[in-house]
């Protein structure tokens, strides 16, 4: 049962744990044994301004009641700083989860180069940098949780967000990577498109439906995944909210493979048309070589064709036509 997980004795870092969801997390870490880092840069929503009390508030509920926690006031810009703080403060880290998150809405037409790039700097540099410092830890330890933020922005896109939406996005294939090099050193990463009131959400929705979506529900499935006893799930995307906790998969419609010669014009696909867009019989591919595996027949393989990746490293790849 979820009411029994604990984290005693480690160490939980979550980004953004100033409010709304991160807060939720810490102080359940804090409140099932973990040592916990307590990340904030405390600026507003739209990532102006910075400030320590964000921080310094729930690090303090956290220990009024009982727990144990540090406060880190830098960016996830500098993650390396991040990580730091927790293996100074408690010799080790176990478990990241990249929260931290701002918003820069504005329609593609009016996107200033600011507004993408602060996206950019804050969600995926954010998340590589504090999972990159985590990782040399995680992989000597042979142990590490590791939980990135989506969005159905990313997921499904939404009007006005493109520089969110792309961030978001980049969360799910940068998790799917870090969960297949992971593996192998029981380092489990999923990746999470949660819905819950906060600040974020505040203005775009009416006060009944945010108060069917605290982030204290969005809280048990983040728990499941970074608990010890997960050494499979990994790898996932999870949509989780109100209650509600659905995964979610790629699926890749039954396709069309045509002759790769002469009679393989636009107009040859268009003929195949419902092929290519036919979800009758679906597959769930897991990684670029199954897609090759739907060529087979069709072009050369090479036996034991190798699974992935396709290494073309020093090749003179020479493109006729191009
Ligand atoms: P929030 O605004 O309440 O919390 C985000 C926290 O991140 C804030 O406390 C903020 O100070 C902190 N932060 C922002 N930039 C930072 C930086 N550079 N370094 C360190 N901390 C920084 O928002 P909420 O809703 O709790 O969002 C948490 C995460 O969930 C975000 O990644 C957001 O994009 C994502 N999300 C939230 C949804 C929702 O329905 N609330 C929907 C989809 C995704």
């Not at 969360?171 to 990577?177: A, D, I, L, R, S």
């Not at 979506?213 to 499941?224: G, Q, S, T």
């Amino acid at each position: 049962m979820v009411s029994d997980l604990r984290f005693d004795g480690q160490t939980v870092v979550v980004t953004g744990a100033g409010g709304g969801l991160g807060r939720a997390y810490a102080l359940f870490f804090g409140a099932r044994g973990a040592n916990v880092v307590v990340n904030d840069l405390g600026g507003s929503f739209k990532g102006e301004g910075a400030s320590s009390k964000a921080a310094d508030v729930v690090v303090e509920e956290i220990r009024k009641a009982g727990g144990k926690a540090t406060a880190n006031y830098d960016s996830v810009e500098f993650g390396e700083k991040i990580i730091e703080t927790a293996v100074q403060t408690y010799g080790r880290i176990d478990v990241l989860i990249n929260n931290a998150g701002i918003l820069r809405d504005v329609s593609f037409k009016n996107m200033k180069d600011a507004d993408w790039d602060l996206i950019m700097k804050v969600h995926v540099n954010g998340a590589y940098k504090c999972a990159r410092a985590a990782w040399p830890h995680f992989r000597k330890q042979k142990y590490g949780r590791v939980i990135n933020t989506a969005s159905a922005a990313g997921l499904f896109g939404s009007f006005g967000q493109t520089n969110y939406s792309a961030a978001k996005l980049a969360q799910v294939g940068f998790t799917e990577t870090l969960a297949k090099e992971g593996i192998k050193y029981n380092i489990i990463a999923n990746v999470i498109a949660p819905i819950a009131a906060s600040r974020m959400t505040e203005t775009v929705m009416p006060p009944d439906v945010l108060e069917n979506l605290r982030p204290d529900w969005v809280v048990p499935l983040v728990a499941v995944l970074v608990h010890p006893s997960n050494k499979t799930e990994t790898g996932s995307i999870f949509e989780v909210g109100g209650g509600h906790i659905a995964k979610l998969r790629w699926e890749r419609a039954k396709g069309a493979l045509l002759k790769a010669d002469d009679s393989f014009t636009p107009t040859s696909i268009l003929q195949k048309w419902s092929d290519v867009n036919d979800f009758s019989k679906p597959e769930y591919p897991s990684g670029p070589a199954n897609f090759m595996e739907l060529l087979e027949g069709s072009i050369k393989l090479p036996r034991n064709a190798p699974s992935e990746p396709l290494d073309f490293k020093g090749k003179v790849v020479l493109v006729t036509g191009a």
